[in-house]
């Protein structure tokens, strides 16, 4: 366990924040209504096959990216750095690993971007220049501290709190994120074998931003989900009754996980990816020497905080099905 | 406004964050009793005239220090730094700015402090090495990713969350913060007049760790409020409920500030500070290019969040009393 | 004193529950946009000047009938007896009291009502005959011992909770609704010099369901508020910010009254009556022996629960305004 | 089903709501402390072998009675009239019915009670003269309509809610409760066999005050569980995480049932009896012509309202143990 540590080398604030997911989808219209009225999100625009959502407090243009496509899948996912300076230091560290593809001239909502592959597959984007929201006089917040107005549509999303990446290796993409961007490793599954089971890292105070856990197929590459976080246990809650109002599938919850003990709700978005509405409440790592919290293959036999077991689902199903 | 910016210069995140504070009272076991009893927080030392204390989820030894004095004061706070070279650069930083004090060899729960002083004469350590809390049998938690055990007494604070300085000038305190230790400024109030009321800095994704506020008194130096973190609003109001209970005076609340958001209540402890027992929900500051919010003369007249208008305690009681 | 009792006479159950508010306004579009889209209640009907709404969870055709009116005004309010022989011994009484106008025949969603007028001049109809809510393909529920589905929208009111009516003789129509109807006095405001200054009546185990407080201005027979309760404490700090985001201007509130201890929120719709978002949680008036809660004059100036005074609006603005 | 009936014949009120439970412990000690301090009740007496106890704003001198015994076992529950006539109607009716067992003289906290036994076999107590809880100078609340001070422990449970009984011939018990009490059914399971399976009856507007479930055991006379209240359903999932914290067993949830909706936690006392922590919210069975919610085989097989199956515990597990 030589390399479980917080931070990979020297402490590095040169990722600001993970900053969207893009998002195939093979029912674009449906996965957008889902977003739009049961999530509570709005659609900043609209470009060839793709629309561009996000929750009412994202800053940005957008943090959710949806795309049609033949099947569901996780396009790519990006992180913003700090700084300019801070992107071209990125770059380079990412040249130098081999996992390096190159740069993308931009998006919607932002600009040029450097991709690279994690050695189980997924692409990530690293970029500096975004468009900040601008709001329309229908989503104009009453208080200008805040993106854009309080829906009181749906579950009422704030933003994006993270992704859960499914791996084959999640020590190989875990290290790759903690060597090339600098990530830090706040918790750990590990079990008795020494085998990396699933890995929690952040580039800021939230406890995860990235997720990274074993697929049990076996298959490289593959999206586990996307959550979207509210500010209360009791809007979780509320979540888990409009899901039910709504015909939405709960796959899992509501309960709270023993890891980052999030409160959680899991559920399918029309395109078949899994989906969370997480509350983190207050809870920040603000510790710069964090030690890693290390769960074993007996605690992960205890299930979730208060009881609940994982579902089996949890380690095979994720996007693209297979 | 030209120095209304979010970072006072190049991105520096060598403060980790807001640490610890030390209040001097003129009733030391009426004041332990109320963050323990009331609060819910727990005592992790003694020493001489000194009391340690922390909320449930803080993982330093301590996060408040009551001190048995003649007067209600507040003797210092403390900033940690994100590594050991942090904390030399930003010695280096505070000497050349005719500020410091020089160090002092440390105290329970934490090792050697560089001191400075600010424009307006408040007391400031900076410091690398910290104790982490040791739970005993009965704060031992289930979780192992939590600081301790969840008290299920009183108002349950979380964390400490920030202070409020009153200043005879705002500006100079806060480009202090800026200019030397690297603090960036989230929120301000600037009046038509150009004077600068209030000022909202952070080292890192809390929307604030340290306001200023002018003391319409016209004293340098004093102490305004401490404020604890709880998970929800709802929290908030419990913790009114309570003070009710309890006989202790309510200023103000519970309410939410326009400014950065927080649903606030503001009490009395016996000793004579202000308190808040504040919810800042999943609000977070992940921008790495925040403009900060600049709140008119005008636009403060509207009073809080929901329109209750600022009581006018709050621009003249803050300790010493004068 | 002495007729502050809680059964003005031997216990009776012969009213079930307050079953609806008619409120003209002059602005009937906006009134109903404001309960639909702020409040989230929904339309049952239209009929002529009219537009029949409810709540979630409300199980009749409709509690709350807006009708287009030159001034806003409360037309009537209704109460709904527990069995045809109950409604037959409430019109007996009120037939005997001097205070009956007779019967009407029907409305949508009711059948045949007898009217009276308090002492102060307010309508009252007393029904049995009331249709339940029949929902929609839209607003069918997704559990069958829920009224309709709920709707994710604005505030999401439950249910209607209570009424308050201004009077110039609080005691006379506090004593008819006693004497006449069986309704139990649970909380009273006694002044020094006896006067009555509010009474919370009820007939069944909510705290109340009609308040009747002092008109200031001497005015008879005015409306003070109707509230339409939540859930949870939460809710109603929610919507407050759905106020603020609405443009709605908030009179008084979020806070706790003493009285009741209900979470309040105070609010104008745009035909300008006031309408109150509360919530009353699990608290229940089980007791059969109730005693009457007494306030008195030096208690009642010591403000809300938490310490809000009162707002003195709240002493004069009624509707129709004077 | 010609009996499932909201009333069983005339509308009746002779019952005001469910008095108090009296629990046999085989670890009284324990037991107290187990309520006193992780529920956050009061103990309002000890006599002999038993222990008193309420939660904060019950307004008797006790809900809960704790009595030292060989073995978990339900010794007795009681209803509370409306008045000495309604007790006097009810003993008649009892008599009349073959279930009667004779009269007692009465214990702490209340007068004089007829006894009676369910087919099944349960002791029920209904009495007209109940002591109002008397608070101490510790336990007197500030707001004078509040039965206790909120004590800021544990749970803080608000109210005794409802107890739960296992039958053998659930039919049965539920048409003693309804024809000789004058209970209201409010929701029922019945088979595809016609076979009653569960029933939830109330002598008030709470949804229920008393479920009837089968014991798949065939052991008649047990008990289920007893639930205490609270204001919230994130003081549901408060009361999981001091479960979690306290080492006690959590056998389900916190979810939510389909049937009348609570939001629910179930755990086990030391003494071997199941209790519920509960929140109905502001849920209300107002409606004097309710129609019994019949579910059906079909209907039970989709588990809770957000999907969890019932644990399979639930149809055997009972006091005592068999």
Redesign the interface.
């Known amino acids: 366990m030589q390399d479980v540590r917080f931070w990979s080398g020297?402490?590095c604030?040169d990722i600001?924040?993970l900053a969207h997911v893009e998002l195939l989808t093979p029912a674009l219209d449906e996965s957008v209504r889902f977003f739009v009225d049961?999530l509570g999100m709005t659609v900043s625009a609209r470009r060839g096959n793709s629309v561009y959502l996000r929750g009412w407090?994202d800053?940005?243009h957008h943090t959710l990216k949806l795309t049609a496509g033949p099947v569901a899948a996780m396009e790519h996912f990006a992180f913003?750095?700090?700084?300019p300076e801070?992107l071209e230091r990125r770059v380079a560290a990412l040249e130098r690993s081999g996992l390096g593809l190159g740069w993308i001239e931009g998006d919607e909502g932002h600009g040029p971007a450097y991709r690279f592959r994690t050695p189980d597959g997924h692409i990530v984007e690293v970029l500096w220049e975004v468009d900040?929201y601008q709001p329309t006089p229908e989503t104009r917040?009453?208080?200008?501290?805040?993106a854009s107005?309080?829906p009181?549509?749906?579950?009422n999303v704030?933003?994006l709190?993270h992704i859960n990446l499914f791996a084959v290796d999640v020590r190989a993409s875990r290290l790759a994120l903690q060597d090339y961007l600098g990530l830090r490793l706040t918790?750990i599954i590990i079990f008795d074998d020494g085998s990396e089971k699933g890995s929690w890292v952040t580039s800021?105070?939230?406890g995860y931003e990235v997720a990274i856990t074993e697929d049990a197929t076996g298959t490289p590459g593959r999206f586990h989900h996307v959550c979207y976080?509210?500010?209360?246990?009791?809007e979780v809650?509320r979540a888990?009754?409009?899901?039910?109002?709504s015909?939405v599938r709960?796959e899992y919850?509501?309960?709270?996980h023993?890891?980052?003990?999030t409160?959680f709700l899991y559920v399918y978005e029309p395109g078949g990816h899994r989906v969370e509405i997480g509350?983190?409440?207050?809870?920040?790592v603000?510790?710069?020497d964090?030690k890693p919290?290390v769960w074993s293959q007996e605690e992960r036999k205890r299930g979730q905080?208060?009881?609940l077991p994982t579902v089996a689902t949890f380690h095979t199903y994720g996007t693209p099905p297979v």
């Open positions: 020297e402490p604030f600001a924040h049961i407090d800053y940005a913003r750095t700090s700084s801070a900040w917040p009453a208080l200008k501290n805040q107005r309080f009181a549509r749906g579950c704030r933003r709190d918790e800021n105070n939230k976080a509210v500010d209360t246990r009791e809650l888990a009754d409009i899901m039910l109002e015909g709960i919850g509501p309960h709270k023993a890891i980052q003990q409160v509350c983190p409440g207050a809870r920040l603000l510790a710069p964090w919290v905080a208060w009881g």
